[in-house]
């Protein structure tokens, strides 16, 4: 991936919607320094879900400042931003409630998989093994039936 | 046992032995914390080289504390020279004022000193010396100790000073001191935590909860009770234990650094932070008292919901937090717990509270406000937490360090057959059926009269109509005449008969004909010790009366069943409990611990401490708050309270007055009548 965190920036306009809660509101900004000292901003605003994004360096309810590489893997979803605060790589001044709640918009960590799925196929298989068929469950309200 | 001492203030604690020295101990974390980390691991006073020996110590308020102490140990008579009172307190600092007494006729030199020491330990690690992987620098400037722990651009520091001039090296402060004949000298110590850990944030100065002075504390805690009900009634146990949870609950209040919210701290001293679990216990059980803590929880834990798949955190979207820690261990992610999601049933309790608070106290700005979040935790009941895919709520542990089991029951070994052996993952343990059921049928509620969704009021109705039906098939035992603890993974029954069954009774999950035997199980020998209902039979392989979650009894875990029998019917079951858990309450000055022993009441008459209870303990002391609500019948019924005492006759009569909701304020009166049965 060339550059990702442009890319979650790009896409959060999109996902914002159905990621944040309705009553996220307010401005974050994003004070992200790179090797060479300079400092690069995004400017989030979050209202009713919807997001904008933009470059611009304006005062914000929330700013969060790290540098850009850990942002990198913040946007991949390798780094949580909590612990990485509480061991005082990311700082945060402002409104931190809005940025707990910006924090469903991080993506789970790389080759994360469904844990529904992971269950599922263990339990399959050893189904399978023991030659098990496991009830339906599905019964009517009201109909009561006895265990097998 | 050994005597400890300690005060706190929220999140901060200070934990001493009997004459307020701390050093290294393996058996609890002595020291000051704050934020989950030791500010001080040394704090030895001593004069002339002597250690001191405590006669008598005051506990002023729980963040004040004073020891009367003279030099040297005990002997058959004590004929001491001189004496030294500590008098210690926290809020905005941790501060001991030392008052040396002169008892000789004549003038006398004396050295004080202080060793001063810190290791800046995570309070996971505070009871064993584990090396630290950052740099400690201890300095001494301008009269001060300075003791400075770096790891990467995590810094904590404590700085120690005193308002009295004194001879500071990188191990303490001392003082060379001339006392006149009966003179007196004075001096105040200071301790300064300063963590960094979180944007250079400074303990002392960003938190509100740090930084208030004492007579404000005084006069918080003056407004806090005096914003709950006033009770008044014949039982002195009841009345004392009732003060000493109002204060308790005071003194677990502090404000988070991440929410700016007011939290409840879980226990004394293990769990000083936010669990989900119990702040949302608390919750329900203080709504007829102190209905803010409700909704702060409310509050945080919406903010804190899991946002995406995380397996080191256990964490998925739409799940409530399990518990959330500031130290630098869940920093460095050497453990997940800096928000860590492992607990299947704080999610469907969420949803049960947002809607019992709505019931109290008619904000329906909050519902509301919290649609989004109640509907992530809907969701998440019918996909992460349906792991299986049979419709019930299931667990299972993805995260290293972990919990293996994630109701309420958490440790271990908690979930086991009758036989002993411990079932295969994943599992679904009965009162999360329970909590699931429970939970959508609240929703519906809230969806028809709050969202303006009756169609998917109706689909959860139906969701909960069908669960309950299929869990009064799949978990009834019939021989023994109980529902099983849990479902195994091959969705066989977990046949161990234990507590977890109390919690049905409350959720309203239980088919009426089965109330009965369940009543009777849990008020029978093998659960009921004489004075609570066990967490596991007496009869069962791994039973063991000081077992956490084996044998032991708790509190809250009794005062839900208590609410859960009323809830059916069984008013003298109700009662005779409320009032053995009274009795208990007179055992421990007031104050219910964590949990206590499950010995038979004919063998020890008297009810046993559990070793490492944590005590104030914040549903322990919610407790006793559920249980008068119980005895006294409270309900909110369409927009007044409804009250229908059922108090048994050796509780005599009891008023609560003021008691806060959507109609203002009003009382409540009852009289014991209920005769109760003794075994």
């Known amino acids: ?148 | 046992m050994k005597r400890m001492a300690s005060i706190l203030d929220g999140n901060t604690f200070m934990l001493s032995d009997g004459c307020g020295d701390v050093d290294p101990s393996p058996d609890y974390p002595a020291g000051l914390f704050a934020w989950d980390t030791r500010l001080l691991s040394k704090w030895v006073l001593t004069i002339d080289g002597e250690r001191l020996h405590a006669l008598s110590i005051d506990d002023l308020q729980y963040f004040e504390l004073r020891f009367f102490l003279v030099p040297g140990e005990p002997t058959h008579y004590v004929d001491a020279k001189t004496s030294v009172i500590r008098h210690r307190s926290l809020g905005g600092s941790f501060e001991e004022r030392l008052t040396v007494l002169n008892h000789r006729d004549e003038s006398v030199v004396l050295t004080l000193r202080m060793e001063v020491g810190c290791d800046f330990a995570d309070v996971f690690d505070a009871r064993e010396a584990r090396p630290r992987p950052g740099r400690t620098v201890t300095t001494v400037e301008d009269g001060r100790l300075r003791l400075c722990y770096q790891r990467n651009r995590h810094v904590a520091e404590t700085i120690v000073s005193s308002s009295e001039p004194a001879d500071v090296d990188e191990n303490g402060l001392t003082f060379r001191i001339e006392l006149g004949a009966h003179g007196q000298w004075s001096t105040t110590l200071q301790a300064i935590g300063v963590i960094q850990g979180a944007g250079g944030r400074d303990v002392r100065e960003s938190l509100r909860g740090y930084t208030q002075n004492r007579p404000e504390k005084r006069w918080e805690l003056g407004e806090w009770v005096a914003r709950a009900p006033r009770l008044t009634c014949d039982s002195e146990a009841l009345e004392d234990s009732y003060q000493r949870s109002l204060i308790d609950l005071a003194s677990l209040q502090y404000v988070g650094v991440t929410s700016q919210v007011k939290l409840t701290a879980t226990g004394l001293p293990w769990y000083m932070t936010l669990f989900g679990r119990h702040s949302l216990i608390t919750g329900l059980q203080t709504l007829p008292f102190l209905p803010e803590i409700a909704r702060s929880a409310l509050w945080v834990l919406s903010l804190l919901q899991g946002g995406r798949i995380d397996d080191f955190r256990d964490e998925e979207p739409g799940k409530i937090v399990h518990e959330i820690r500031y130290g630098e261990l869940g920093g460095f992610e050497e453990g997940p717990h800096t928000t860590y999601y492992g607990a299947a049933d704080t999610t469907p309790l969420f949803l049960i509270l947002l809607d019992e608070y709505e019931r109290w106290t008619g904000d329906a700005d909050t519902v509301r406000l919290l649609e989004y979040e109640a509907r992530s935790a809907l969701a998440w009941l019918d996909t992460y937490g349906d792991l299986v895919g049979d419709g019930y709520l299931w667990y299972e542990r993805r995260s290293s360090s972990g919990l293996d089991n994630q109701g309420w029951k958490d440790s271990p070994d908690a979930i086991s057959y009758a036989d002993g052996r411990l079932p295969g993952n994943p599992r679904a343990t009965c009162e999360l059926q329970g909590y699931a059921y429970d939970a959508r049928m609240r929703a519906a509620r809230l969806a028809r009269t709050f969202w303006n969704d009756p169609a998917y009021a109706d689909r959860l109705q139906q969701q909960a109509a069908d669960l309950r039906a299929r869990f009064n098939r799949d978990f009834w035992i019939d021989d023994g005449e109980f529902y099983a603890l849990a479902l195994d993974a091959e969705g066989g029954q977990v046949d161990a008969l234990a507590s977890n069954m109390g919690h049905l009774l409350w959720s309203g999950i239980v088919d009426e004909s089965r109330a009965g035997a369940v009543a009777a199980h849990l008020l029978g020998d093998r659960l009921f010790s004489g004075w609570g209902v066990r967490t596991l039979s007496r009869d069962h392989s791994r039973y063991n009366p000081i077992g956490y979650h084996t044998g032991a009894i708790w509190p809250f875990d009794n005062s839900i069943i208590a609410l859960g029998l009323r809830r059916y019917g069984f008013d003298e079951h109700a009662a005779r409990l409320a009032t053995t858990m009274i009795e208990v309450s007179g055992y421990f000055g007031g104050r219910l611990p964590e949990a206590f022993a499950g010995y038979d009441r004919a063998r020890t008459r008297y009810p046993v401490q559990y070793p490492r209870a944590c005590s104030p303990h914040c549903s322990s002391a919610g407790t006793p708050l559920m249980l008068l609500r119980s005895l006294l019948g409270l309900r909110p019924h369409h927009g007044h309270l409804t009250i229908d005492p059922a108090i048994p006759e050796e509780l005599g009569r009891i008023e609560l007055i003021d008691i806060p909701g959507r109609w203002g304020r009003t009382d409540a009166f009852g009289r014991g009548r209920e005769h109760l049965r003794r075994r």
């Open chain 1, 1 to 148: 991936m060339a550059d990702p965190t442009a890319e979650f920036f790009s896409s959060l306009e999109q996902r914002g919607p159905d990621l944040l809660p309705v009553k996220a509101r307010g401005t974050i900004r994003f004070d992200l320094a790179g090797p060479d000292g300079g400092v690069k901003h995004w400017f989030v605003s979050v209202n009713r879900g919807n997001v904008l994004v933009s470059h611009e360096y304006r005062q914000a309810d929330c700013v969060v400042s790290t540098d850009r590489e850990l942002f990198d893997r913040l946007a991949v979803g390798e780094v949580q931003v909590v612990a990485a605060y509480n061991r005082n790589d990311v700082t945060i001044q402002g409104n931190l409630p809005l940025l707990l709640m910006f924090r469903r918009a991080f993506p789970a960590p790389p080759g994360t998989r469904d844990p529904r799925d992971r269950v599922r196929e263990r339990l399959r298989r050893r189904d399978d093994l023991q030659g098990r068929v496991r009830p339906a469950n599905r019964i009517l309200p009201g109909d009561r039936e006895c265990r097998q």
